[in-house]
C-alpha cells in the first residue's frame, strides 16, 4: 500500500470539507424554504352589515392559507360556521399572501335578538400552508358588538334591497 504524500492528503481534506459544505448548505436551503411559506390569517375587524356579523379577514403572512375552518366558540363548546363571501357559502376558503376578504358569520336572523344570540364570544380558525402544516388562531369578539342593538329600518327587507 502506497502512502500518501502531503498534497494527496490535502486534496482529500479539501474533497471531504467540500461535500461537508455542500450537505450544510442543502439543509439551510431546505429549512430556508419551509419557513419562506407560512400563512398567518388574522381576523382585523368586526362590524354590523345588514343584520349580519361580518369579519374583515387577511393574511399578513408569506405564503398562501389554504382550507381555513372557522368555529364559534362559547366555553368549551365549538360550532363550524359555514362562512358567506360575496353572498355565497364557500367550504373551501383560501386567502393568497396580503388578501383580505370580508365574510359574514351569521348569516339573515329574523329578529334583532336572534342576531346578538348568534354571535359567539371567540372565533376559532384552523387553516393549512402549502407546506402541509396547520395553524390555528384564536379571535375575541369585542363585548360592544356583541351586546349592541342591531338596527333595521322598518319596512326594509334584511338583505338592504330597496323596496
Known amino acids: ?5 502531503l498534497m494527496e492528503a490535502c486534496s482529500v481534506l479539501s474533497s471531504i470539507g467540500t461535500l461537508a459544505l455542500a450537505v450544510t448548505a442543502w439543509y439551510q436551503i431546505r429549512r430556508d424554504t ?6 398567518m ?17 387577511r393574511n399578513y403572512g408569506t405564503g398562501p392559507a389554504l382550507d381555513i375552518k372557522m368555529w364559534r366558540m362559547e366555553g ?7 362562512p358567506l363571501v360575496d353572498g355565497r357559502q364557500v367550504t373551501g376558503l383560501h386567502l393568497a399572501p396580503a388578501e383580505a376578504k370580508r365574510v359574514v358569520l351569521t348569516a339573515h336572523p329574523r329578529c334583532c335578538e336572534q342576531a346578538r344570540a348568534m354571535v359567539p364570544a371567540e372565533i376559532r380558525m384552523r387553516y393549512h400552508s402549502v407546506r402541509g402544516r396547520t395553524y390555528e388562531g384564536r379571535t375575541r369578539i369585542p363585548q360592544e358588538l356583541r351586546t349592541a342593538v ?14
Request: glycine content about 12%; proline content about 6%.
Open 1 to 5: 500500500m502506497a502512502e500518501l504524500d
Open 150 to 163: 342591531v338596527q333595521h329600518g322598518l319596512g326594509q327587507a334584511d338583505g338592504g334591497l330597496p323596496e
Open 41 to 57: 390569517v388574522v381576523i382585523d375587524d368586526f362590524a354590523w352589515s345588514g343584520g349580519n356579523l361580518v369579519a374583515q379577514i
Open 76 to 82: 368549551q363548546d365549538a360550532a363550524p360556521i359555514a
Open 34 to 39: 419551509k419557513l419562506i411559506f407560512v400563512p
